[in-house]
């Protein structure tokens, strides 16, 4: 399964962010469900201002329950709940 061109700039973005120490976690309200979210934010500068882009939250509870892996022998698959978590 092919990484879209959007998501990989973004990965590159925030690897820049970590690498300067432009990174913050930021405690946010979920606009959707009004959850507390950890959104992972890069920061810039505008002028005298801080500016923080939001690139994504971390996983609530165990992250192994949250996400299902690449099944390596199906491009476009994905390996079945019982099979790809720890």
Same mark, same amino acid.
């Given at each position: 399964?092919?990484? @879209?061109? %959007?998501? /990989?700039?973004?990965?590159? =973005? #925030? #690897?820049?962010? *970590?690498?300067?120490g432009?990174?913050? #976690?930021m405690?946010?309200?979920? =606009?959707?469900?009004?959850?507390?979210? +950890?959104?992972?934010? *890069?920061?810039g /500068?505008?002028?005298?201002? +801080?500016?923080? =882009? @939001?690139?994504? %939250?971390?996983?609530?509870?165990?992250?192994?329950?949250?996400? #299902? @892996?690449?099944?390596?022998?199906? @491009?476009?698959?994905?390996?079945? /709940?019982?099979?790809?978590?720890?």
């Amino acid at each position: 399964m092919a990484i @879209p061109d %959007h998501a /990989r700039t973004n990965f590159n =973005t #925030l #690897l820049r962010a *970590a690498g300067d120490g432009n990174l913050a #976690l930021m405690e946010c309200q979920d =606009t959707a469900t009004g959850d507390r979210r +950890y959104v992972i934010c *890069a920061v810039g /500068r505008d002028g005298g201002d +801080y500016v923080f =882009t @939001p690139f994504g %939250h971390l996983a609530d509870g165990n992250p192994y329950d949250a996400y #299902l @892996p690449p099944d390596p022998d199906d @491009p476009s698959g994905f390996l079945p /709940r019982n099979g790809g978590g720890q």
